[in-house]
């Protein structure tokens, strides 16, 4: 797709994706989107999910990426934690704690990472931890809402304007792929919003 062309630049309009290929990915995308309706999580697509699915319309990045409501999860952690690990999902690493902003919970499954971040609501962003030595740093994204998009024959939560939000995770240039591999540690603070 030409980023130029593409009918995402209107934010009035909802997204609507095919899925690219039937694949581990996308099997695995499938059951942590079931996963997370099924409890009733506050989540959205976030990170290199949302670029994914906004820019690309395929599942590109190396893992998938949700944000969580942190104070969904310090609720509802058990039910959240036994919900991944009752669908196949091993966990990799916790970063943080529930009741603490930058909490992070890694999964894998079937080879494919899942990163679930929580977030902090704001009125116009929201705000998520990015670890970094033993620190977490915050990283802000500016939406104005929450709502459905449709990716396959799957229902998603997406924050919109997708513009703002991506632009603050990855620049005004984020409509154009990437030159070289995108270095969180790096690109997240010199590009992206992370302080």
């Known amino acids: 797709r030409d980023p130029q062309d593409a009918f995402y630049l209107d934010e009035t309009l909802p997204h609507e994706c095919a899925h690219n290929a039937d694949n581990s990915k996308w099997s695995v995308f499938t059951d942590v989107i079931q996963v997370l309706d099924g409890i009733n999580a ?12 906004v ?26 934690s036994q919900a991944f690990l009752g669908a196949g999902f091993a966990t990799m690493m916790i970063f943080g704690r529930p009741e603490q902003f930058g909490y992070e919970v890694a999964w894998k499954k079937g080879g494919v990472r899942v990163d679930t971040f929580s977030r902090i609501d704001f009125e116009d962003r929201y705000e998520t931890g990015l670890w970094k030595k033993g620190i977490v740093y915050k990283c802000p994204a500016f939406r104005q809402n929450i709502t459905t998009a449709r990716w396959g024959d799957l229902n998603v939560q997406v924050p919109i304007p997708y513009d703002q939000v991506l632009t603050s995770w990855y620049g005004k240039e984020w409509k154009t792929p ?13 590009i992206g919003s992370c302080v």
């Open 55 to 80: 820019r690309d319309c395929e599942m590109m990045d190396s893992d998938i990426d949700v944000a969580i409501s942190l104070e969904w999860l310090q609720k509802n952690n058990e039910a959240f």
């Open 42 to 53: 506050p989540y959205h697509l976030h990170g290199g999910t949302l670029l994914d699915f």
């Open 178 to 190: 990437y030159n070289g591999t995108w270095r969180w540690f790096e690109d997240a603070f010199e």
